[in-house]
């Protein structure tokens, strides 16, 4: 039977403690070294978001080219809308003049004949059965029925057109709205540029940049002058 030996009791106590402090030493090194590696972590990727941000935001000057663009494309459609405005007061007149010539029935319906005296047609420039009206019995001092519907034809086209050129407007000022938002990345910018690439009439397309503003009616009428020029068929 082996003596108890306090001294080598002693020994491996020490022993004990000084692993103890080893492992305390080691586990602290660790958690250093796992805190200097989440803090580099951290740091690039907040160098990572910075260049993130600083390459998708759209800068002043891209954006300052959009809405110039924006802006000449807005002054030359408010130019066309009120060319067309005016080819469609022009129209109004004159088919209201058309109107006071026309041939009026019993019934005070106004109705036109046809150069060849073959139909009649109504206000609306629908024809009319020749139990109501015999084409024959109606004068040459009338307005003509192609007359009135060629003016009828170009009020359509023109009004079409005043149409697409408001819509157009429109879409132009929704642009230039959401161009002007806060926070506008380059991703937004281009998506802008695109729209308004689809949108824009082949009118205002840079090869059509030379032709003539007047030509800008997308039917028979053409200018002021064509328009004077059609017939209003006065006698």
Not at 129 to 145: K, L, R, V, W, Y
Not at 153 to 180: K, M, P, W
């Amino acid at each position: 039977m082996k003596h108890f030996d306090p001294t080598n009791l002693r020994h491996l106590w020490s022993e004990h403690i000084d692993m103890k402090a080893f492992k305390e030493v080691q586990q602290r090194q660790a958690d250093g070294l796992r805190r200097q590696k989440d803090q580099k972590t951290k740091a690039q990727q907040d160098d990572d978001f910075d260049d993130v941000v600083i390459t998708s935001m759209a800068s002043m000057e891209n954006i300052a080219a959009f809405q110039k663009r924006l802006d000449a494309l807005q002054q030359e459609n408010v130019e066309r809308i009120l060319y067309l405005q005016q080819q469609r007061d022009i129209l109004m007149t004159q088919q209201q003049q058309q109107l006071d010539n026309a041939f009026v029935l019993d019934n005070g319906e106004r109705v036109f004949r046809s150069e060849d005296a073959t139909f009649v047609v109504n206000e609306s420039g629908e024809m009319i059965s020749h139990e109501i009206i015999d084409p024959a019995s109606i004068g040459e001092q009338h307005t003509f029925a192609e007359d009135y519907q060629r003016t009828l034809h170009s009020i359509d086209v023109v009004n079409a057109d005043l149409g697409d050129a408001i819509t157009f407007q429109q879409r132009l000022e929704a642009l230039e709205e959401r161009s002007e938002q806060s926070g506008l990345t380059q991703t937004d910018l281009d998506a802008l540029e695109a729209e308004l690439d689809d949108i824009i009439p082949d009118l205002f397309k840079p090869t059509n940049e030379t032709a003539p503003k007047t030509m800008e009616v997308s039917g028979a009428v053409r200018d002021v002058d064509q328009i004077a020029d059609i017939g209003i068929g006065l006698k």
